[in-house]
């Protein structure tokens, strides 16, 4: 019932921490049509149920991704799924799709509470991204797990408690 998939390969961020996107290359991604029969095939073996989307950056760009949560909703494949979800390319809007498209669960690549951290890791997020998404994902019942990383090079005391305070 549980079926891992992906749309998408690669990164289109360079954060410092990883080196994934170097090794994986350019950062490419399937067209929706293809998507589309994938997600008929998946619903016409039947018994599928649940979806993980293995894409390191499936909600990027904003466009695909919001056009692939309405093909979910408007084919009513029922599928429940979750996924990676940047917090700085999603939105309201966005996070109702989701919800409305199925999802179950995200993974947050949240790294550091603070702002100081998240420029150091070469992330683009910021921490008023995470204030903003976390409760709207709540609110729609979308659970969310984060990761954080204690101890990269320029961590402080105070940037640890600025993670501890986000959470």
């Known amino acids: 019932p549980y079926v891992s998939l992906r749309t998408a390969k690669s990164c289109p961020f360079a954060c410092a921490f990883c080196g994934f996107p170097r090794r994986a290359g ?73 919800a409305e498209a199925g999802c179950e669960g995200v993974f947050l690549g949240l790294e550091a509470g603070g702002d100081a951290m998240l420029e150091r890791m070469n992330k683009t997020a910021r921490r008023r991204h995470y204030l903003e998404a976390i409760p709207l994902l709540k609110e729609h019942g979308i659970v ?24």
């Open 26 to 98: 350019k950062y490419t991604w399937l067209d929706l049509e293809h998507v589309e029969r994938e997600f008929d095939a998946l619903k016409a073996i039947g018994g599928v149920t649940t979806l993980t989307f293995i894409d390191d950056s499936f909600n990027v760009p904003k466009k695909r991704f919001q056009e692939m949560l309405r093909l979910m909703i408007r084919k009513g494949y029922g599928f429940r799924w979750n996924s990676f979800f940047r917090s700085d390319h999603g939105d309201a809007e966005t996070i109702a799709l989701m």
């Open 144 to 167: 969310s797990h984060a990761n954080l990383i204690i101890g990269f090079p320029g961590e402080t005391d105070e940037s640890v408690e600025e993670s501890i305070s986000l959470i």
